[in-house]
């Protein structure tokens, strides 16, 4: 079965612009958490959604915020952008529960210039 | 908050040695998984622990979950060059959100 698929895998924004990022789950999967990686900070939690309900989120700022649509594909958008924002965003998909683990997207590599 | 400290940060060892990273919280765990990142990849979700004491193996690799679900272990026995890369540990709180280490990155030396 197809796994998680993350789009755009690469994007290069400058500073006060936004982005949307975008994540398909795996098939049958409603929890649908995201991470940012930057090198520093290893993962860092941002939000987790389940059935288009926040569950969890993450020490990050107000610009930083989330949705999940009714077929679970979830999209997350940073608004006025930092260089600070420049990471790897890993969106993870899991049966619920954390059950059998994580299965993560190949990420979208954000650069804020 | 809820954390968890994963260490070495940074593992080189001789081809055929063995390889070890540890993993604490300061609170108790519901439940700790293990992921491996290839150099350029994604986290690819290795196992999952959950109960006190628990020991699982995979072919070379041995992970342990301490008796207090507080701290854990990942032993690689004759490591070989495929095993390159950056392990996590993630420790969950029993809220369905995960934790990550900070990782253990592991060179080979051929």
């Known amino acids: 079965k197809a796994g998680v698929t993350q789009t755009p895998r690469y994007l290069i924004k400058t500073r006060g612009q936004q982005v949307t990022l975008s994540c398909s789950p795996i098939s049958g999967h409603r929890s649908v958490s995201w991470y940012q990686q930057t090198p520093g900070q290893g993962l860092q939690f941002l939000f987790e959604y389940f059935s288009e309900t926040q569950r969890n989120k993450g020490n990050f700022p107000g610009r930083f915020s989330g949705r999940q649509f009714s077929n679970s594909r979830s999209e997350m958008n940073v608004s006025t952008l930092e260089l600070g924002d420049s990471a790897l965003y890993l969106c993870?998909?899991?049966?619920?529960?954390?059950?059998?683990?994580?299965?993560f997207g190949s990420g979208t590599r954000l650069t804020v210039v | 908050g809820q954390q968890v400290m994963q260490i070495p940060q940074y593992q080189h060892v001789q081809e055929g040695e063995d390889f070890t990273t540890y993993c604490n919280s300061s609170?108790?765990?519901?439940?700790i998984q293990w992921y491996k990142q290839r150099p350029g990849g994604h986290p690819v979700f290795l196992i999952q622990?959950?109960?006190?004491?628990e020991v699982k193996k995979q072919k070379r690799l041995t992970f342990q979950f301490g008796e207090a679900k507080k701290n854990s272990s990942l032993h690689i026995t004759a490591t070989q060059t495929t095993d390159v890369g950056t392990y996590f540990c993630a420790g969950g709180f029993g809220n369905e959100k995960l934790t990550f280490g900070t990782g253990t990155r592991l060179t080979i030396i051929p």
């Open positions: 993870a998909s899991s049966g619920g529960q954390g059950k059998l683990g994580y299965t």
């Open positions: 622990l959950v109960k006190s004491g």
């Open positions: 609170t108790t765990l519901s439940n």
